[in-house]
């Protein structure tokens, strides 16, 4: 029997890369819904983001195919990855949820598709993975402490929850895909399809410019689209070539630390010596349950010929 690949058989370089600008995604996003609504923002992030994915398809000369049925299943399947996933999490920001929290919320992800798998197709599920869950969420319980109103309330931490569940039902939809379309004629299609709803869905409930400062909105959109989309996709598919899905999502654990000490020096977040407590017994969970078998990570199926023309 084979073993599961980990972290440890990944590069270094752009494994430390892709956790680094994963976790700036949870500093990025709080800082652009301080600047404008959260809708429009991601928006026009995906707006951005499609057409650099389009881009640099051309540009490297990627395959095209993607018959009718499998461009529905894509589009469907960023649609919950993208527009109801982080649409979820940038209202939970814009509600005053920290980075810190969302961090960890999306750290139990990998996890939960796990347990998800089990409970929807009958997958295998070890009893290390259920523990490791089980104490990833009394950590979470631990940062959350009895203070809801210091993680944005009550509403915000339940957003939250559900963005969690968006991104582990977007996982497994991947497999629903089944082919395995270009990755960034992928990611173009889902980032497209993700805009027009939410661009409309600003339109009508946050106004036609609703941006309080549009020099800090311009700067976050444009790292948003360029380092967390482009960058952090292209990382990411990197090392799931390198090492597998499970591998790659082996790395999810480091993603609450590193953005704790993001926040603490972008953000000006704090953390109680109880919530490090619970941030360390969070980590602790997940790091267990990802690196005990193969877990799914959020990425589209992956082309052996990704990256090359």
């Known amino acids: 029997m084979t073993r599961a690949p980990h972290a440890a058989h990944l590069p270094i370089v752009p494994a430390a890369a892709f956790v680094l600008v994963w976790s700036s995604g949870y500093i990025s996003g709080p800082a652009a819904v301080d600047a404008a609504a959260p809708f429009t923002v991601l928006g026009w992030r995906f707006v951005l983001a499609a057409v650099l994915a389009a881009g640099l398809a051309l540009a490297l000369r990627r395959p095209t195919r993607m018959d009718r049925a499998t461009l529905g299943r894509v589009a469907v399947v960023g649609l919950v990855m993208n527009a109801l996933q982080f649409g979820l999490m940038y209202v939970a920001f814009d509600l005053g949820l920290g980075a810190t929290l969302a961090s960890l919320f999306h750290a139990l992800s990998p996890v939960l598709t796990a347990l998800l798998a089990a409970a929807i197709l009958g997958e295998r599920v070890s009893t290390l993975q259920v523990v490791g869950f089980v104490v990833g969420v009394v950590g979470v319980l631990l940062v959350l402490g009895g203070d809801l109103g210091g993680a944005g309330g009550p509403v915000a931490v339940l957003i939250g929850c559900l963005s969690m569940l968006t991104l582990s ?136 010929d990704v990256g090359t023309q």
Not at 252 to 279: C, K, N, R
């Open 169 to 304: 039902l977007g996982t497994l939809g991947q497999r629903w895909i089944g082919a395995q379309p270009d990755l960034l004629w992928s990611a173009a299609v889902q980032f497209a399809v993700s805009a027009p709803p939410l661009l409309v869905l600003g339109w009508t409930t946050e106004g036609a410019w609703p941006v309080t400062d549009g020099r800090q909105a311009l700067v976050a959109v444009l790292f948003l689209a360029i380092v967390n989309s482009i960058v952090g996709l292209v990382l990411l598919s990197l090392l799931v070539l390198r090492g597998g899905s499970g591998a790659a999502a082996s790395l999810f654990f480091l993603s609450p630390p590193v953005t704790a000490v993001l926040a603490w020096v972008v953000l000006d977040e704090t953390l109680s010596v109880l919530q490090l407590v619970g941030l360390v017994v969070a980590v602790v969970g997940v790091a267990a349950a990802t690196r005990s078998r193969a877990v799914p990570a959020p990425v589209p199926p992956v082309r052996q």
